[in-house]
């Protein structure tokens, strides 16, 4: 029976021109590597394998795992989703919840909206009451009797729902809002010269 032995660290089966012997050393010779390779894993290490093919246990990285997974597939009318990795939300998604179709969604409410006061004098800077999801108003630029500022929110609400409201002394005339940024431009009837309270309000 062929002995084995061990030097220094490396263990040997029988003689090294012995080819069972040399088969042997080298299983070997691998087991201990993957043993070296597992006692010193990392902390947050994931013992996997992405390379193609069959081969050697590799340690992988967060995104390296995320990608063995099966994604996530989701329901239908008639047929039943499949669990499995989240799919990466897009930019503009920030308010957006994952559905049980497997795509985001708008899925919630926030309200938003404010009062806007004195707002009949050209230059002045209005006074902005009662803000949600509203950071700041514009000074006012008056043209012959319509006046316009510009209300800054603190979010794009590019499916928001909302409406825009006159006290008696004054009327909207129109208002032009590009909800893929974060400010819409309000126009308003200031007959009279007579200070106009202005609401916005909405719900997303």
């Known amino acids: 029976m062929t002995a084995?032995?061990?030097?220094?660290?490396?263990?040997?089966?029988?003689?090294?021109?012995?080819?069972?012997?040399?088969?042997i050393n080298?299983?070997?010779?691998?087991?201990?590597?993957?043993?070296?390779?597992?006692?010193a894993t990392p902390t947050t290490t994931i013992l996997g394998r992405v390379t193609g093919?069959?081969?050697?246990?590799?340690?992988?990285?967060a995104a390296q795992a995320t990608t063995i997974p099966n994604p996530v597939v989701g329901a239908t009318q008639s047929t039943g989703g499949t669990k499995g990795m989240v799919p990466a939300a897009s930019a503009g998604d920030q308010h957006k919840v994952l559905t049980g179709a497997g795509t985001f969604q708008v899925g919630y409410g926030r309200a938003f909206g404010c009062v806007i006061v004195n707002?009949?004098?050209?230059?002045?800077?209005p006074t902005l009451t009662a803000a949600m999801n509203v950071a700041s108003v514009s000074t006012l630029t008056?043209?012959?009797s319509?006046?316009?500022?510009?209300?800054?929110?603190?979010?794009?609400?590019p499916n928001a729902t909302y409406a825009v409201h006159g006290n008696a002394n004054g009327s909207i005339s129109g208002v032009a809002y590009d909800r893929t940024t974060t400010t819409a431009t309000l126009y308003w009837d200031t007959t009279g010269a007579v200070n106009t309270a202005i609401s916005v309000s909405g719900f997303l």
């Open 146 to 157: 319509i006046a316009s500022c510009i209300i800054t929110f603190t979010n794009a609400l």
């Open 119 to 125: 707002t009949c004098i050209n230059g002045s800077q």
């Open 26 to 39: 080298t299983g070997l010779t691998q087991i201990k590597a993957d043993l070296d390779m597992l006692n």
């Open 53 to 61: 093919g069959t081969g050697e246990v590799e340690r992988l990285t």
């Open 142 to 144: 008056v043209s012959a």
């Open 4 to 23: 084995i032995s061990f030097t220094g660290t490396n263990p040997t089966v029988g003689a090294s021109t012995d080819t069972w012997g040399t088969t």
